[in-house]
T-cell receptor, first 113, second 114 residues
Framework: KQEVTQIPAALSVPEGENLVLNCSFTDSAIYNLQWFRQDPGKGLTSLLLIQSSQREQTSGRLNASLDKSSGRSTLYIAASQPGDSATYLCAVRRRNYGQNFVFGPGTRLSVLP | EAGVTQSPTHLIKTRGQQATLRCSPISGHTSVYWYQQALGLGLQFLLWYDEGEERNRGNFPPRFSGRQFPNYSSELNVNALELEDSALYLC?????????????FGEGSWLTVV
């Protein structure tokens, strides 16, 4: 059974800091891993998608890495801003399980002005 | 280009009733996914439809069902509503075919069972 965990559960930082969010998964048989952002009471916004054959992806101030063999991914946010405050979720797309994603519980990020 | 759209935004039902939620995928997307996000809990996979057929379902009772129409829109039906069905129901869509496709989510439908 695929399990996805995220550390830390919550994080509060002052504006301008660089930060790292962690995602771990137990089964390395994945197609890809995707990072999402969710604002309170809203849907999910896709941030980055990393294929299983890739090591990292970058979009603006965001950089995500994937180490499939160790079951880990990190999301790096540079120069954090108050607008980055949200819950960040990672999800792995499982092989041989009908392409459904398994989501982590999320990291709730607060960036203080 | 329109994103994934869901309706209604909010729905209040009483226990025992039925609820129907609707989802329109991004144009060109043939796969539709349904997820449940109960308060304080993570996203739980409900159903996956592709090309009009149910391809996979999560660990939910049979009273959670749905279908996908020829235009690839989808609806989720929840029968015999229970209080614990109160949650945000999220629909997502993706292109069919390769498993490397990004999935895109709608804003969700809030279901409250009283």
């Amino acid at each position: 059974k695929q399990e996805v965990t995220q550390i830390p559960a919550a994080l509060s930082v002052p504006e301008g800091e660089n930060l790292v969010l962690n995602c771990s998964f137990t089964d390395s048989a994945i197609y890809n891993l995707q990072w999402f952002r969710q604002d309170p009471g809203k849907g999910l916004t896709s941030l980055l998608l990393i294929q299983s054959s890739q090591r990292e992806q970058t979009s603006g101030r965001l950089n995500a890495s994937l180490d499939k063999s160790s079951g880990r991914s990190t999301l790096y946010i540079a120069a954090s801003q108050p607008g980055d405050s949200a819950t960040y979720l990672c999800a792995v797309r499982r092989r041989n399980y009908g392409q459904n994603f398994v989501f982590g519980p999320g990291t709730r990020l607060s960036v203080l002005p | 280009e329109a994103g994934v759209t869901q309706s209604p935004t909010h729905l209040i039902k009483t226990r025992g009733q039925q609820a129907t939620l609707r989802c329109s995928p991004i144009s060109g997307h043939t796969s539709v996914y349904w997820y449940q996000q109960a308060l304080g809990l993570g996203l739980q996979f409900l159903l996956w439809y592709d090309e009009g057929e149910e391809r996979n379902r999560g660990n939910f009772p049979p009273r959670f069902s749905g279908r996908q129409f020829p235009n690839y829109s989808s609806e989720l039906n929840v029968n015999a509503l229970e209080l614990e069905d109160s949650a945000l129901y999220l629909c997502a869509s993706s292109l069919r075919g390769t498993t490397g496709n990004t999935i895109y989510f709608g804003e969700g439908s809030w279901l409250t069972v009283v």
